[in-house]
C-alpha cells in the first residue's frame, strides 16, 4: 500500500472538492470533500442512504449534473467523454447483472470496449487472459454468466473491471451478498489489484470490520456530508462509531498483536 | 472516429472473427448462407401459375418474351426482394429495440411506428389519394403521383409516431425504458382509435382497403418498386453491426454499458431514428407486418447466440427469409385469392413462437 505517497492526482488519484448532488430535489450529497492518492485504498463507509453509492456513481460518471469539483487523474469526470472516462475509472456495481445470456470471457472481452482502436489485439487479449487468471475464473470462461453462483459472478464483475484496464476501481458493496469464504476471497483480490498493478481502489461499504482491516483511509459518510476522515485506528475514538451508524459497538481482540479489535453491534438485551 | 483510418482491417477482422462463438459452427454458419439463398432462388417460380425456366430463358435469344417472363421479372422477383429485404430490416429493427429496451417484447409494432404509419395509410385511402384498386379511376398521367400517396402519408404518420414517442422520452428525462415501451403502447392504441373511427365511418371500397393494407401486404410491380426496402435494410443492418459491441453492453445494464465508455445518448438516439425512419419505409410500402420483428430474433439467438456481431446477420437471413417463405405462401395456398402476408405470419408464427417458448432449452 501506499498511503504516504504524495497525492499528485497524476493518473490515477481521485480529487474530489465540494461535491454536491441533488436528486429531484433532494440534496444527496452536500459538501463532499476528500482525495485519494494515486494506488491508494480507500474505504467509503457510513449507514444505508449517507450518500455513498451516489458518490461512487458520481466519479465513476454514471451521475452526472452535480457541483463542485470531481478530478479523476487531474481531469474533470464531466468533461470527459464516456470512453476516456472509462479507460480512467473501472465500476463494479452493487448486486450483478441479472439474466444476460452472455459467457463469462464474451463479458470480459467487452470490457476492452474503450480501448477500442487504441489498443492492440494482442494487449486486448493478454488484459483479458490476465484479469480472467488473477481472479481465477479461467476454468468457467465459457459459461454463461446467468448460470453462475453469486460469488462467481462477482468475480467475473472485478475481473471485468480489470481487464477494462482503467487506473482506478470503484466498487459498490463488493462482499454484501457472499458467503465468507467469497468475502475473504473477494477482499485479498482487491489487495492484490491494489498491491501488484497499483490501481487506486474507492471502495463502498457498511461493513467496518471490512474497512478497518485492510485500508489506509476511511472516509466515514453521514446524510450527504462527509463525517470524519482519517486512518482506521482514528475511528475507535469515543464517540465516532456512534456518530457515524447510529449504533454503541463492542469492541473484541482478535488476540493478535497489531490488530485493530473487531467491532460487533450492540444489541439490547432480549 | 479516428480508429477508421488507422486499423480499419483489423477492426474489420475483429468484427467477423467471432465465427467461433460457442454453439456457432460451420454447418450453421453453411446453413445460415444456402438455405436463404435456395429460398430466394426458388420462390419466383412458385406461385398461382408454376413459372419454368424454359418460359423466362429461351435458347439462343437469352430472356424469352412470354407472359411468363413479364409475370417473373416484372411481379414474381420484385415480390421476393422486397420481400427478404422488409423481413430482413423488420427482423433487425425488433433485434435493435429489444436490446435497446431490455424487454424482449419490444419490436416495431409495439412502439407505435407501425399503427402510425397505418393511420398515415388511413388518412391518404380516405382522402381519395390512394391509386388503383375497386372503383377508384385513376387518371393515367396522375397514376405515378396516386401511386407514391400512400406510401408518403404511411411514412409521415410514422415519422409522427416517432416524433411523439421522442418528445416524450426528451420531456421525461430519465424515464425508465419501460415507461417508454409504455409510451409507445399508449401512442398505438390511440393511432388504432383513430384508424378503426376511419373504418367505421367509410365506405364500403375504402373500408376494405384500408383494412387489406393494415393486414399487411406485399405485391409489386416492376424491379422499381421491388428495391425500395433496401436502403431501410441497409441501414438497419449497418447500424446494427457498427452498434454490435455497444448493444451486447447495453444488455448488461445503463451503469455498465456507460461506465465501459458507451455513449448511451448518442447510441439511442442514432439507433431509435435509424431504426424507426427504416420501419416506416417498409411500412409504407408493405403495411404493418406484426410478429416478425419479434420472432426474427429470437429464433436467432437459438441459433447465433447472444452477440450482436453474429446475431445481426443472422437475424437479418431469418427475417429475410420468413418473410418470403410466408409471401409464396400467401400468393400460393388461396390462390388466385392473395392473402395478406400479415395473415400468414402469425397464422404460422404464433404456434412457432409458442413451441420456442416451451422447447426445453439447451445449455
Known amino acids: 500500500m501506499s498511503c504516504d505517497r504524495d497525492a499528485g492526482y497524476g493518473d490515477n488519484g481521485i480529487k474530489i472538492t465540494g461535491l454536491s448532488v441533488e436528486l429531484g430535489g433532494r440534496a444527496i450529497l452536500s459538501g463532499v470533500s476528500f482525495d485519494a492518492a494515486p494506488g491508494s485504498f480507500l474505504y467509503v463507509i457510513g449507514r444505508n442512504g449517507a450518500g455513498k453509492s451516489t458518490l461512487l456513481k458520481c466519479v465513476a460518471g454514471v451521475t452526472g449534473g452535480y457541483k463542485g469539483e470531481l478530478l479523476v487523474g487531474g481531469q474533470e469526470v464531466s468533461s470527459l467523454s464516456a470512453r476516456d472516462r472509462a479507460r480512467r475509472v473501472a465500476y463494479v456495481p452493487q448486486g450483478s447483472p441479472g439474466d444476460v445470456p452472455y459467457t463469462v470471457s464474451d463479458f470480459i472481452e467487452m470490457s476492452r470496449y474503450p480501448w477500442r482502436g487504441i489498443a492492440s489485439e494482442a494487449d486486448d487479449r493478454r488484459a483479458v487472459s490476465g484479469a480472467m487468471e488473477l481472479t481465477g475464473i479461467t476454468a468457467f470462461a465459457g459459461r454463461r454468466i446467468s448460470s453462475l453462483s453469486g460469488g462467481e459472478r462477482q468475480k467475473a464483475m472485478i475481473a471485468s473491471a480489470i481487464a477494462q484496464g482503467s487506473g482506478i476501481i470503484l466498487m459498490d458493496e463488493p462482499t454484501t451478498y457472499l458467503d465468507y469464504a467469497h468475502q475473504v476471497e473477494t477482499i485479498n483480490l482487491m489487495a492484490r489489484v491494489n498491491r501488484e498493478h497499483g490501481v487506486t481502489m474507492l471502495v463502498v461499504t457498511h461493513d467496518v470490520n471490512l474497512a478497518m482491516g485492510f485500508s489506509c483511509k476511511i472516509v466515514a459518510m453521514s446524510g450527504g456530508r462527509v463525517e470524519w476522515t482519517g486512518p482506521p485506528s482514528g475511528l475507535l475514538e469515543p464517540g465516532w462509531l456512534n456518530r457515524i451508524f447510529g449504533v454503541q459497538f463492542d469492541r473484541y481482540s482478535s488476540g493478535r498483536d497489531g490488530e485493530l479489535p473487531v467491532l460487533v453491534p450492540e444489541r439490547a438485551a432480549l | ?363
Open chain 2, 1 to 363: 472516429m479516428s480508429s477508421v483510418g488507422r486499423s480499419f482491417a483489423e477492426t474489420m477482422h475483429r468484427r467477423f472473427s467471432a465465427l467461433a462463438a460457442p454453439g456457432f459452427n460451420v454447418i450453421k454458419a453453411t446453413l445460415l448462407f444456402f438455405l436463404p439463398l435456395a429460398v430466394i432462388l426458388a420462390a419466383p417460380w412458385i406461385g398461382v401459375r408454376l413459372i419454368s425456366p424454359a418460359d423466362v430463358f429461351s435458347w439462343g435469344v437469352g430472356f424469352a418474351d412470354s407472359a411468363e417472363a413479364r409475370i417473373f421479372w416484372q411481379l414474381r422477383v420484385p415480390r421476393v426482394v422486397l420481400a427478404w429485404c422488409a423481413g430482413a430490416a423488420f427482423g433487425l429493427c425488433g433485434m435493435v429495440f429489444q436490446a435497446l429496451f431490455r424487454n424482449p417484447l419490444a419490436e416495431p409494432s409495439l412502439l407505435g411506428v407501425s399503427s402510425g404509419a397505418a393511420l398515415g395509410a388511413a388518412v391518404s385511402i380516405r382522402l381519395g389519394l390512394a391509386s388503383g384498386g375497386l372503383g377508384v379511376v385513376a387518371a393515367a398521367q396522375g397514376s405515378f403521383l396516386r401511386s407514391l400517396a400512400t406510401p408518403a402519408c404511411a411514412f409521415a404518420g410514422a415519422v409522427l409516431a416517432i416524433a411523439i414517442i421522442s418528445a416524450f422520452a426528451r420531456m421525461a428525462r430519465g424515464a425508465s425504458d419501460a415507461t417508454l415501451l409504455l409510451a409507445g403502447v399508449a401512442v398505438s392504441s390511440l393511432f388504432s382509435s383513430l384508424i378503426m373511427v376511419f373504418q367505421y365511418t367509410g365506405g364500403a371500397v375504402e373500408t376494405y382497403k384500408l383494412l387489406s393494407w393494415t393486414m399487411g401486404g406485399i405485391s409489386v410491380v416492376g424491379m422499381g418498386e421491388g428495391l425500395k426496402a433496401v436502403p431501410s435494410l441497409f441501414i438497419t443492418l449497418t447500424l446494427a453491426l457498427c452498434y454490435a459491441t455497444e448493444l451486447d453492453l447495453i444488455t448488461f445494464g445503463d451503469e455498465i454499458a456507460a461506465t465501459r465508455g458507451v455513449d448511451l445518448e448518442r447510441m439511442r438516439r442514432l439507433l431509435f431514428a435509424g431504426m424507426s425512419l427504416s420501419v416506416a419505409m417498409v411500412v409504407a410500402n408493405c403495411g404493418p407486418i406484426a410478429f416478425l420483428g419479434l420472432i426474427a430474433p429470437h429464433v436467432s439467438r437459438r441459433i447465433a447466440g447472444p452477440r450482436h456481431r453474429l446475431l445481426a446477420p443472422c437475424t437479418a437471413a431469418v427475417g429475410g427469409t420468413a418473410l418470403v417463405v410466408c409471401d409464396t405462401a400467401a400468393r400460393t395456398v388461396w390462390a388466385p385469392a392473395d392473402l395478406p402476408v400479415g395473415i400468414i405470419i402469425s397464422f404460422l408464427g404464433a404456434p412457432f413462437f409458442m413451441w420456442l417458448l416451451f422447447a426445453p432449452r439447451r445449455r
